[in-house]
């Protein structure tokens, strides 16, 4: 029994089923109030001296905030909420059917946790984009053979999108502050987390396959064995490397000086 499992058979009992259901309509709710009232958002943001201060519920209003759409304001951007928010529902309905809800649940709860120090310890501004990619990247790793179509027109497979998408995230990573990496490793801490174990495994079974397949071939064909010998002279590949060996019409293999001729042989 992993250490999932006996947390799940202590604690699965209180795990929130449609998690991701619930995150999805707060986010729709916060924009709506937004669009209201504009500075409502900067009583949400993940704020370290506020929570201190006794503002304790920033630490899960952040995740409601539709940051990764921008301010609201311009015409598109109802659309493209609209996108990310189905494309989340979509991902987080995925997730629990494969998890469950109670693994979802812990997966979402250690990017917070993790985002939170970040936070606390490093100042990091938190951007709820990397945590919904952390959640992505989950779904591509049980679905990677999965097709989606971008914009509704483009199909690509999930897995090249999730290699896409890491490729952005390293890039920021090399080249942005030390607060952005601390974000972008805490928010992807449960990744790791989760599937960290499960890659090393892999590596390692692909790493004793291939030793595996190495030795086998090795002890099948001994060095001192030929692939190739005249049925006249009995010359091998082994004793004249500069010989060629062709199967004549008998079945049996020569040397091309010994091959015998088309007339020979029928006769």
Same mark, same amino acid.
């Given at each position: ?5 006996k947390l799940e058979h202590r604690f699965g009992r209180f795990a929130v089923p449609g998690l991701i259901r619930i995150i999805v309509a707060l986010t729709a709710l916060v924009y709506i109030l937004a669009l209201i009232n504009p500075g ?7 704020? &370290? ?24 304001? /311009? ?30 649940? @812990?997966?979402?709860?250690? *990017? ?10 490093? *100042? ?17 790793? %049980? ?27 390293? @890039? *920021?990573?090399?080249? /942005? ?12 801490? !449960?990744?790791?987390? %989760? ?28 060095? !001192? ?8 002279? *009995? ?7 500069? @010989?060629?060996?062709?199967? /004549? ?7 091309? /000086?010994?091959? &015998? ?7």
């Amino acid at each position: 029994m992993t250490w999932l499992d006996k947390l799940e058979h202590r604690f699965g009992r209180f795990a929130v089923p449609g998690l991701i259901r619930i995150i999805v309509a707060l986010t729709a709710l916060v924009y709506i109030l937004a669009l209201i009232n504009p500075g409502f958002i900067s009583v949400l943001t993940l704020d &370290p001296a506020r929570i201190l201060q006794g503002e304790v519920w920033r630490l899960v209003t952040y995740i409601f905030i539709p940051g990764s759409i921008g301010a609201p304001g /311009s015409m598109m951007q109802p659309l493209w909420l609209l996108l990310a928010l189905w494309f989340l529902l979509y991902i987080g309905d995925r997730l629990e059917h494969a998890w469950g809800a109670f693994r979802l649940n @812990l997966y979402f709860l250690v *990017g917070m946790i993790g985002t939170t120090d970040a936070a606390f310890l490093f *100042g990091a501004r938190f951007s709820n984009a990397m945590l919904a990619s952390s959640l992505f990247f989950a779904f591509a790793n %049980f679905y990677p053979e999965e097709v989606i179509y971008i914009m509704f027109i483009l199909p690509a497979k999930v897995k090249w999108l999730a290699w896409i998408s890491a490729a952005f995230l390293l @890039l *920021g990573f090399l080249t /942005s502050t030390n607060s952005y990496r601390m974000a972008l490793i805490a928010a992807f801490a !449960n990744y790791f987390i %989760f599937f960290g174990p499960e890659m090393v495994r892999a590596a390692r079974h692909r790493r004793q396959t291939a030793s595996r397949r190495q030795r086998f071939e090795e002890a099948a064909r001994p060095e !001192n064995e030929s692939l190739h010998r005249c049925a006249t002279c *009995g010359a091998t590949e082994l004793t004249n490397p500069n @010989l060629e060996f062709r199967v /004549s019409r008998d079945g049996e293999e020569y040397c091309l /000086s010994h091959l &015998p001729s088309a007339q020979k042989v029928e006769v």
